[in-house]
């Protein structure tokens, strides 16, 4: 475990495990707890790590210094700290904004990136319209599990639904207002920085997410040069939560085979 001190914020990371780097990047229901169901499997031929967003978790950060042009510098600081040249990087809804902003800034250090449940900063018409819901519903309360799993999710994984709850809890220092800021000019990626884009992607997509729809993502995935896309039926928003067993393998799957190339 760590911190690094960067713009205004000190940002708590843990990092375990041996081999090719995995960075696994939260949403904002999360922190790096999110992915407790990964750490352990991912940790047995990777070297893993997890880090809190400033303002989420053990991480800290005056309400004002919270944006999405900090996180791929946030990121790389982590990365810089611990020695780590490249790394495959994974992302959960708001963590996409980190994962497209480092993969467009330097390339060489991302293996590959796995988009999950996130249009990433994409500008899109079908996306604003998705995310001025998403701010609306979010503004008072976050992203929590009414939102971020599948509708049925609580009645069928009810512990499970707890825990969530519990995670996001955790984000005292978060306030949900500040999520307007991930589309604000700063917060925008235009379709046309995407040209010549060369990163490996993989986009997730849970047929019921409730906040950016299959239908969205596929809009998303149709910009992001040779991009792949996998929808994965019974999910909502949190893939990697509701259905961490399918998730895992063809994570692992796709970190492996850019791995070898």
């Given at each position: 475990?760590?911190?690094?001190?960067?713009?205004?914020?000190?940002?708590?990371?843990?990092?375990?495990?041996?081999?090719?780097?995995?960075?696994?990047?939260?949403?904002?229901?999360?922190?790096?707890?999110?992915?407790?169901?990964?750490?352990?499997?991912?940790?047995?031929?990777?070297?893993?790590?997890?880090?809190?967003?400033?303002?989420?978790?053990?991480?800290?950060?005056?309400?004002?210094?919270?944006?999405?042009?900090?996180?791929?510098?946030?990121?790389?600081?982590?990365?810089?700290?611990?020695?780590?040249?490249?790394?495959?990087?994974?992302?959960?809804?708001?963590?996409?904004?980190?994962?497209?902003?480092?993969?467009?800034?330097?390339?060489?250090?991302?293996?590959?990136?796995?988009?999950?449940?996130?249009?990433?900063?994409?500008?899109?018409?079908?996306?604003?319209?998705?995310?001025?819901?998403?701010?609306?519903?979010?503004?008072?309360?976050?992203?929590?599990?009414?939102?971020?799993?599948?509708?049925?999710?609580?009645?069928r994984q009810?512990?499970?639904?707890?825990?969530?709850?519990?995670?996001?809890?955790?984000?005292?220092?978060?306030?949900?207002?500040?999520?307007?800021?991930?589309?604000?000019?700063?917060?925008?990626?235009?379709?046309?920085?995407?040209?010549?884009?060369?990163v490996p992607?993989?986009?997730?997509?849970?047929?019921?997410?409730?906040?950016?729809?299959?239908?969205?993502?596929?809009?998303?995935?149709?910009?992001?040069?040779?991009?792949?896309?996998?929808?994965?039926?019974?999910?909502?928003?949190?893939?990697?939560?509701?259905?961490?067993?399918?998730?895992?393998?063809?994570?692992?799957?796709?970190?492996?085979?850019?791995?070898?190339?």
């Amino acid at each position: 475990m760590g911190t690094v001190e960067r713009s205004g914020a000190s940002i708590y990371y843990e990092i375990g495990g041996e081999g090719p780097a995995v960075v696994f990047a939260h949403g904002a229901g999360g922190n790096r707890l999110s992915w407790w169901q990964q750490t352990p499997e991912f940790e047995q031929r990777h070297r893993v790590v997890r880090f809190d967003h400033r303002c989420f978790g053990r991480s800290t950060c005056p309400p004002e210094d919270f944006h999405p042009r900090h996180f791929a510098d946030d990121l790389f600081a982590i990365l810089d700290a611990e020695g780590i040249e490249r790394a495959a990087l994974v992302c959960q809804s708001m963590g996409g904004w980190t994962g497209l902003r480092a993969a467009l800034a330097a390339p060489e250090r991302v293996t590959c990136l796995v988009l999950c449940d996130t249009p990433a900063g994409i500008f899109l018409p079908t996306v604003l319209e998705a995310a001025a819901e998403v701010g609306r519903r979010a503004t008072s309360d976050g992203i929590r599990a009414n939102l971020a799993l599948a509708p049925d999710f609580p009645a069928r994984q009810p512990a499970l639904a707890h825990l969530y709850e519990q995670i996001a809890a955790l984000n005292t220092g978060f306030d949900p207002g500040t999520l307007a800021r991930l589309y604000d000019e700063g917060g925008r990626i235009l379709p046309e920085r995407l040209e010549g884009y060369g990163v490996p992607t993989l986009l997730i997509a849970g047929e019921q997410d409730q906040l950016f729809p299959p239908a969205v993502l596929r809009d998303v995935a149709a910009v992001i040069p040779n991009a792949e896309l996998r929808e994965f039926p019974v999910c909502g928003h949190s893939v990697y939560f509701e259905d961490a067993a399918a998730f895992n393998l063809v994570v692992k799957d796709f970190i492996a085979k850019h791995s070898r190339e």
